[in-house]
């Protein structure tokens, strides 16, 4: 059975950090690329970071110097660092992953996905 399972999500203040983690089980954890959603109230879901089998990360536009994703693969967990936060990085966020070798930046191209953990910066 596939589990994803977010954690970490709270309530900051502007230009506080937080620390996303993200336990996989059911899954060949070393191989997946592992991504970071967001989906803001009445937004669609968004990219936020992606890390792929050998280490390389992406980041979308907004967060880049500010969010930093990595893995254990050991513990088969992901994690996302996010500092400097912002008011509008306020949402929620999901974990997923795909066998796909590519970092994708669209929800379709993930097989399985976390339950969501709640970020809210207030500003």
């Known amino acids: 059975q596939v589990q994803l399972v977010e954690s970490g999500g709270g309530l900051v203040q502007a230009g506080g950090s937080l620390r996303l983690s993200c336990a996989v089980s059911?899954?060949?954890?070393?191989?997946?690329?592992m991504g970071w959603f967001r989906q803001a109230p009445g937004k669609e879901r968004q990219f936020v970071s992606a890390i792929i089998w050998s280490g390389s990360t992406y980041y979308c536009d907004s967060v880049k110097g500010r969010f930093t994703i990595s893995k254990d693969i050991a513990e088969s967990t992901v994690y996302l660092q996010m500092n400097s936060l912002k008011a509008e990085d306020t949402a929620v966020y999901y974990c997923?992953?795909?066998?796909?070798?590519?970092?994708?930046?669209?929800?379709?191209?993930?097989?399985?996905w976390g339950q969501g953990t709640q970020v809210t910066v207030s500003s």
């Open positions: 059911g899954r060949t954890f070393r191989t997946d690329t």
């Open positions: 997923a992953a795909t066998k796909r070798v590519v970092a994708g930046r669209w929800p379709g191209e993930y097989d399985d």
